[in-house]
């Protein structure tokens, strides 16, 4: 991988105009994403961004109105166009999720605090179609008023997206049973044909519009990214079954070798 040109040559934002570059912004957010749309292009099949500092606990305006929301428009609206120009975007599923949503009530350091009960996501990419809300909440943002989903729907609904059944079971290494989205179900409302490739950007509390009221994007739990993991090995299970073999007799051997000197 380390040595392949054609790895290298993805990784080269040196091979982009300059006025691609300054499409998708000249911050580490914007260059962030045009590496991974030329990620895409070369055949990558998961890639994940992050985009830091939405834990606005204090001078929650000021900071989304010159520092988070910005690069975060500009960026991902770039990286869609650019998915779409190329062709692309029907075959790339893209999810925007944060982990929970902000307090709909100012404290008192004008900033909004952790809130669960009501938040969202952006789905995009893979068939669905484009303009979609499903579900809304009171005038407050403070709960879902109308068809309210879960992570698992989330969840169900990506891994559906990618061709995986979200209710795929399978072992892990030492015997336990690992459903990938137990409760979950895909979200009816978004219809979508399969894609081949997958783009995840994580942030934390990233405010939309959606439905006319404010709302916070909605959380997909370190439980089912762990899951995707496990899912995107699944096809590898055979390959992998020799390594765990290897590692579970050197465990064996470490562990009568402590017992042998005590």
């Known amino acids: 991988l380390i040595s392949s040109p054609r ?10 105009t300059d006025a691609e570059s300054q499409r998708f912004g000249r911050h580490e957010f914007g260059q962030s994403l045009l590496m991974t749309a030329r990620l895409i292009e070369a055949g990558v099949r998961f890639v994940t961004v992050i985009l830091e500092g939405w834990d606005t606990h204090q001078d929650n305006f000021n900071s989304l109105a ?7 428009d500009q960026g991902l609206s770039a990286f869609l166009q650019r998915l779409q120009q190329r062709g692309l975007l029907q075959t790339t599923s893209v999810l925007v999720t944060g982990e929970f949503g902000r307090t709909p009530k100012i404290n008192g350091n004008a900033g909004r605090d952790h809130w669960a009960r009501a938040m969202c996501s952006l789905l995009a990419g893979g068939g669905i ?13 403070e ?3 109308d ?4 992570p698992d729907d989330l969840a169900a609904t990506f891994y559906q997206s990618l061709g995986i059944d979200p209710k795929t079971e399978f072992q892990a290494n030492v015997g336990r049973p690992i459903t990938l989205v137990r409760d979950g179900q895909p979200i009816a409302e978004v219809p979508m044909f399969l894609s081949t490739n997958a783009f995840m950007m994580w942030t934390s509390g990233v405010r939309v519009a959606m439905s006319g009221h404010e709302t916070a994007i909605y959380p997909l739990f370190r439980t ?26 050197g465990d064996a051997e470490r562990k009568a070798s402590r017992r042998a000197f005590g």
């Open 7 to 16: 790895c290298r040559d993805a990784l080269d934002l040196r091979q982009e």
């Open 66 to 72: 010159g520092r988070l929301l910005p690069p975060f």
């Open 129 to 141: 179609r484009s303009g979609t809300v499903v579900g809304s909440t009171n005038e407050r943002a």
């Open 143 to 145: 709960e879902p008023t």
């Open 147 to 150: 068809r309210p989903l879960t």
């Open 224 to 249: 089912a990214l762990e899951s995707a993991c496990y899912a995107l090995l699944i096809s590898l299970k055979p390959e992998l079954e020799a390594v765990w073999s290897d590692r579970d007799k």
